[in-house]
């Protein structure tokens, strides 16, 4: 099994309770603390450090449990003899790192989001995962029988149980979207993707694969005999203080079950349009469709693009109180308080077709469909958007022209797609450039290439990249933005989907109305230094323009 190893801390009593510190919620947050951290430093005498560059030695930090150290808000940098000196973000917790500590400390300055991401960091949650392994090999709980489920994956202290447990405490503390838990002949694979990719991140023996995947279908509510079918399910729970939805997806595969987890912190707080990475002049624009008595709007994306994003934020926007909003949605993932939302549950006879049924005898203002998945679904929104309501609505497409080719294929007439969309948003996910590692440097020649074909040119100064840091695990990105291709339904557009005309005469005449590409648009934000063009070429597909 490979991952990160650290000792186990000993037993430290907790100093007393303090005021939580809670991560800065945005990058004007975190240089406001830590111009504050300067002038802390500067008061005090003390020196500030950078933990973006400074790495905590293992043998430091084991002198201090995570507990304590989330509770100081304090982490050991490096010990000696003589002293240990530590990272704080208040220099008042010196008299309880001494006694933690039980030797003289020499304190260092930094701002509290970068101590606790430091924390995060060097304490891992998977760290004791293999001493819980080695319990459950030598308890030799896997039963011959592949229909029995070892009765210890219901008690809370059982080796898989907290197996299960660190793995998703640890995906939330890398800020992963996605777990996936993969079984390959003698061992399970276990991978996070964060910021739309995939990283290894351990390996457990195959002998204990099958048990986590037990444990995971209870605690969804799935059916754990069945073993060779798709399954589907939702796990609510609470890890570390944060509540946290899960979104169950199991499959088999040849090695055995495949487990994918989708991870949904509520913590997090809901975008509004303006922070989603749409440029002004088009933010301006979507927020006036989105404001009209009737039509359609759709969200077009591959999987993973963020269009449940958009359109919670675009619901965020036309929130009123003289408004009845409904949703239906497979799953609601953000509830509102003041919003009307339906989930999906086939079983209970609950579809998107009957959903919407039921929606429109419910005297609704503004309907957000989850997703348009099959003709009957698409053929009552572009009735309803025809009947005086407004629809709002995700499709899986490749770009704005795509998608109502899509709704062509589906079956739905192409009169009533011209009466009914008003709008099409298309849009990726690009990871962004680091902000405490950026780094200028000259484009080779294939980059240049690239940015000629759409216009883009090279500031002065070169391009942007990340170098790697502590604070984006030396990736270079932290977090994502948004890619956006805004295509409104004009009367040209209009008669071109009436005419049936090709995906490539809707797209041309869209851009000599002025719409812009998700790859003229991607540059643009190569040219600001948000992301990179490697990183353009691994999420958008370019198309000839």
């Known amino acids: 099994m490979r991952h990160r190893r650290r000792e186990e ?16 919620a945005s990058q004007e947050d975190l240089q406001i603390e830590r111009n504050r951290a300067r002038q802390i430093a500067t008061s005090h005498g003390l020196a500030q450090v950078d933990l973006g560059d400074v790495t905590p030695d293992p043998a430091a930090t084991t002198l201090l449990d995570e507990r304590t150290a989330r509770v100081l808000t304090a982490i050991p940098l490096t010990a000696d003899e003589n002293n240990v000196i530590v990272a704080v973000a208040d220099p008042e917790v010196e008299a309880d790192l001494r006694a933690a500590l039980g ?26 995962i293999d001493s819980r392994v080695k319990v459950f090999e030598a308890r030799d709980v896997i039963r011959k029988d592949a229909s029995r489920v070892d009765l210890a994956t219901a008690n809370e202290d059982a080796p898989v ?32 993707r964060v910021d739309g990719a995939l990283h290894d991140q351990l390996e457990l023996p195959g002998s204990i694969g099958p048990a986590v995947v037990s444990r995971i279908k209870i605690l969804a509510d799935l059916n754990i005999v069945e073993r060779r079918r798709p399954q589907d399910g939702q796990i609510s729970m609470d890890i570390e203080g944060r509540e946290v939805d899960i979104r169950v997806s199991t499959t088999a595969v040849v090695g055995g079950e495949k487990v994918v987890l989708r991870l949904l912190d509520k913590s997090r707080p809901l975008f509004r349009l303006e922070q989603l990475g749409m440029p002004q002049e088009m933010a301006g624009r979507y927020s006036a469709l989105l404001r009209s008595p009737y039509g359609m709007v759709i969200c077009a994306g591959p999987t993973g693009s963020g269009k449940t994003t958009t359109l919670y934020g ?17 799953p609601v993932e953000y509830t509102f308080p003041s919003i009307n ?15 919407l049924r039921s929606i429109l005898r419910q005297d609704p203002d503004v309907i957000l469909v989850g997703e348009v998945r099959d003709v009957e679904t698409a053929r009552i929104a572009v009735q309803s958007a025809l009947t005086g309501h407004f629809v709002l609505s995700s499709l899986h497409a490749t770009d704005t022209a795509t998608a109502l080719h899509r709704l062509l294929d589906m079956g739905i007439e192409n009169f009533l797609i011209a009466s009914s969309v008003t709008a099409v948003v298309s849009q990726r996910l690009v990871r962004r450039i680091c902000d405490n ?11 240049l290439a690239f940015l000629d074909t759409f216009s883009g040119h090279v500031p002065l100064g070169g391009l942007t990249r990340g170098a790697g840091c502590n604070y984006c695990a030396q990736t270079g990105f932290r977090e994502r933005i948004g890619v956006y291709e805004l295509m409104p339904v004009t009367d ?22 002025g719409m812009r590409t998700l790859q003229e648009e991607a540059v643009r934000l190569v040219e600001a230094g948000v992301t990179t063009v490697a990183e353009v070429w691994r999420s958008i597909y370019v198309v000839g323009s």
């Open 437 to 447: 590692c950026r780094e200028s440097y000259q484009p080779p020649a294939e980059e």
């Open 103 to 128: 030797r003289p400390v020499v304190l260092r300055i930094a701002a509290p989001t970068d101590v606790l991401t430091a924390i995060g960091n060097s304490y891992r949650a998977l760290t004791g």
């Open 314 to 330: 675009s619901l965020g926007e036309i929130n009123t109180p003289e408004r009845n909003i409904m949703t239906i949605e497979d």
């Open 341 to 355: 939302q339906i989930q999906i549950n086939e079983p209970a006879g609950i579809t998107f077709a009957g959903g």
């Open 9 to 24: 801390s000993s037993t430290i009593t907790v100093p007393a309770a303090r005021p939580e510190v809670r991560p800065a």
């Open 161 to 192: 149980v907290q197996v299960v447990q660190l793995i998703i405490t640890q995906a939330l503390r890398d800020r992963a979207s996605d777990v996936h838990i993969e079984p390959h002949d003698d061992r399970v694979r276990v991978r996070f």
């Open 492 to 513: 040209s557009i209009r008669e071109l989907v009436v005419d049936r005309a090709s995906h490539d005469e809707i797209r041309k005449a869209a851009r000599y109305e």
